[in-house]
Every structure is written in structure tokens, then in C-alpha cells.
């Protein structure tokens, strides 16, 4: 789950993270508001949408002279303006896609005197199996060409859970980072306090970009993305609580609803598999046969009829799907229970796209039977290679 970057700023500075002084706001009115509550001359106005990239952002709605998903405001009143400029209108960023994200909320920030900008992460490090912290001398909105064509520049410190971030370890990422000073000080605190926070709410990523040092010479969290662990949420009422539906796909929020693994994709073809690894088995078949998947959705091992409906159901109510693909390999997860599902979701909301069905396993015959006798148009498959080829060809032919 992601928050916006007001709540994440807002969480951190409960664990003594050093943050500006800013307000969330719905209105081009509360932003105004809200700047004249600021100390000022100079203010930021921000965009808060699930996405990176704000700042090179550019709104499809407007001139090429109204640009940025964050703005540098010198008045109250060019709040105000900026405001009602940037709300209710769409901000495409390289990690949203052509699609954009609609703002609909801003947040008010005081400016800062920035010297330089730093860029720190913490992130659960597959390799190792451990909590790693991610530090770079180069912050900014370029990181990612950092990371691409200078990747010395970024480092990387695994953190032993046992002990959490000692002296000596903040000491290393105050090196990393090259600070001196008030700066340094500031480092042998924050550090150990954002590994906290990581851990104690349950995080899956804290990025922090910029963390920059002010002309005085102290560190200030800049900007500020949090992701959590989903499975860990029922832990945490209070971040729950921040989730923003409006920043979630539709068909994903349905999803978990009924406990289903599912990513809405930009592809043509419905899947609908038991298993992770098939499921992403099944996509790179669909993608070898020049076709792109629509969805990753795992209905699991033991899914009941009711769930593999929803399934079916969730799948049907994606516009750009032009066929469906089922690939259930039955263990635990029975084909008959799966001929049922699907056969009871057709009957709820119709077909009308090409669906070409591949079962093995478990009750095989009696799910094959099912289908078979139905009034359904469906294509039978042998194994995935045949059903990735009868399903792309299908579409291709729709």
C-alpha cells in the first residue's frame, strides 16, 4: 500500500525525522489558505499522486508555460493560481504512463534553503535477505540516470536485524554521504529513527528524494514515498487508515475484496491461472506469441466458486480485454470448482470476447465435462503452449 507524500512526511516526523513545515489541501481556496499560514516568502506547491517524477510532470490539460507537478510559488496569491491550475486536472510522469494520474489534492510547503540534495532509501534487499539502506550523493529528480550511467556513486548497507543501525554503521552512511558538521550530527540521528520507522510500521520501501542540507548547515526530509507491506496492514489500524482508494485501480480494489492476487496490466488478453509462477509463466507465453497480458490474477490453491467468479467477473469488466485465457494445473486447487466458477460468472455477465480454457489435474474430466456440455463457445486447449497460441490467435482474429 502507498501513501501520499503529506502522510508519509507526517509519519516520519512522529519518529523525530526533520520535515517542513506544509498543509494537504483539496481547493485552490484552502491553498491559499494554508500559504498564508506558512512562514514564507517562498513556497511549494506540490501534486500528490501515487507516482515519482512530479516535477518533470507535465499536465495534458495545459499550455507548455503551466508545467510541473511541483511548483515554486513567490505570493500567496501565485499559490492560489498555481492551485487552481494544477487540481482536478491530469499529470502524466514517466511512472504513470500515458494515462496520468489526476490531482486531487496539494500539498503546501514552506520553500527551504537548499545547498545540496542526497538521496537515501531503505528497502527489504532480496539477496540478502536483509533490511538495506541505499545512499547516494546525487539526489534529485535524476537519480535514475545516476543509478544507469554512475553507479558507483550509490551505495548499499545491509543492517543485521538483531542489532539495528549502530554507531558505527551511521557513521559509514554519514561517509557515504559525505557529511560534515551540524549535517553529521543530524545523520547519527536520523538514521537509526528512519530504520525504525521502516521496521516498526512494516514498510517495504522509504525513499527519501531529496534529503537535502540547508544553508545552515542541518539535514530536512525533502520529499518523502512510503510503501507498506499489504499483508502486515492489519498490524497497523493507523495506516490503514491513509490509504487513498482514489489512487488504486477499480478492478484491484474489487480484487481485494475477495483475497485475489491481482495487477491490472496494459494488454489485451484476460489471465486467469492458480499459482504465481504459472501466472507469470502464462504472461511470458501470451508476451512470445506477440500478444500482451491484461492482468496477473492468481485465484490461489483453494479458491471456491464464488472466488473464481469474482475472478472471472473482475477480468470481464476490463474494457480493453479482447479474450480470456484460463490455466488452472489442478493440486489443491480442483479444475471441476474452476468449470463452475467460470461457467456461473458467464451466465451473470455474458461473453463476449474469445475464451479458451486449459485445465489439468485434479477432477480434470469432471471440470472438461462441465464445460463441454455448456452452451459456452469456448476453445479448448491441450497444455499452454497450445492455449497461448489459440487465445492470441483469437483476438488477432476478433
Not at 517542513?20 to 491553498?31: K, N
Not at 520553500?111 to 546525487?138: C, H, M, P, Q, W
Not at 558505527?168 to 529513527?193: I, Q, S, V, Y
Request: charged share 25%; proline share 3%.
Amino acid at each position: 500500500m502507498n501513501i501520499h507524500e503529506h502522510q508519509a512526511k507526517a509519519l516520519l516526523k512522529e519518529f523525530g525525522a526533520p520535515v517542513a513545515r506544509g498543509v494537504a489541501v483539496f481547493s485552490p481556496d484552502e491553498a491559499a489558505e494554508a500559504a498564508g499560514s506558512l512562514p514564507g516568502p517562498v513556497y511549494v506547491v506540490k501534486s500528490q499522486i501515487h507516482a515519482g517524477g512530479r516535477g518533470k510532470g507535465r499536465f495534458r490539460e495545459l499550455p507548455d508555460d503551466a508545467q510541473g507537478g511541483v511548483r515554486l510559488a513567490r505570493s500567496v496569491e501565485e499559490v492560489g493560481e498555481f492551485a487552481r491550475e494544477m487540481l482536478g486536472n491530469t499529470l502524466v510522469t514517466k511512472q504513470t504512463g500515458e494515462a496520468g494520474k489526476q490531482v486531487n489534492r496539494l500539498y503546501i510547503e514552506d520553500g527551504a534553503d537548499i545547498k545540496s540534495e542526497l538521496y537515501l532509501s531503505i528497502l527489504v534487499n532480496r539477496e540478502t535477505g536483509k533490511t538495506s539502506f541505499v545512499v547516494s550523493t546525487e539526489g534529485g529528480m535524476d537519480i535514475e540516470a545516476v543509478a544507469e550511467e554512475t553507479p558507483h556513486r550509490i551505495h548499499t548497507m545491509d543492517i543485521d536485524p538483531d542489532r539495528g543501525v549502530t554507531g558505527e554503521e551511521a557513521l559509514r552512511l554519514c561517509k557515504a554521504l559525505e557529511l560534515e558538521g551540524e549535517a553529521k550530527e543530524d545523520g547519527m540521528e536520523l538514521f537509526p529513527r528512519l530504520y525504525d520507522a521502516f521496521v516498526s510500521k512494516d514498510m517495504s520501501l522509504l525513499e527519501i528524494n531529496p534529503l537535502v542540507i540547508l544553508g545552515n548547515g542541518h539535514l530536512l526530509v525533502l520529499d518523502a514515498k512510503i510503501s507498506f507491506d499489504d499483508n502486515a496492514l492489519f498490524r497497523h489500524p493507523d495506516v490503514e487508515a491513509l490509504r487513498d482508494l482514489g489512487e488504486e485501480d477499480e478492478k484491484e480494489i474489487e480484487a481485494g475484496k475477495h483475497d485475489l492476487a491481482y495487477i491490472a496490466l496494459d494488454g489485451s488478453i484476460g489471465c486467469m491461472v492458480n499459482g504465481a509462477g504459472l501466472a507469470m509463466a502464462t504472461m511470458d507465453i501470451i508476451k512470445l506469441y506477440g500478444e500482451q497480458p491484461a492482468n496477473f490474477l492468481d485465484v490461489g490453491g483453494g479458491a471456491s466458486v464464488e472466488k473464481v467468479t469474482a475472478a472471472f467477473k473482475i477480468i470481464t469488466s476490463d474494457s480493453s480485454v479482447k479474450g480470456i485465457l484460463v490455466n488452472i494445473f489442478g493440486g489443491i486447487m480442483r479444475c471441476d470448482v474452476i468449470a463452475e466458477g467460470v461457467l456461473q460468472a458467464v451466465e451473470e455477465v455474458g461473453l463476449n470476447v474469445p475464451l479458451v480454457v486449459r485445465l489439468e489435474g485434479t477432477k480434470v474430466a469432471e471440470g472438461k465435462k462441465l464445460i463441454d456440455e455448456s452452451d459456452l463457445d469456448v476453445i479448448s486447449a491441450n497444455d499452454l503452449d497450445d492455449a497461448a497460441q489459440k487465445i492470441v490467435a483469437a483476438v488477432r482474429a476478433g
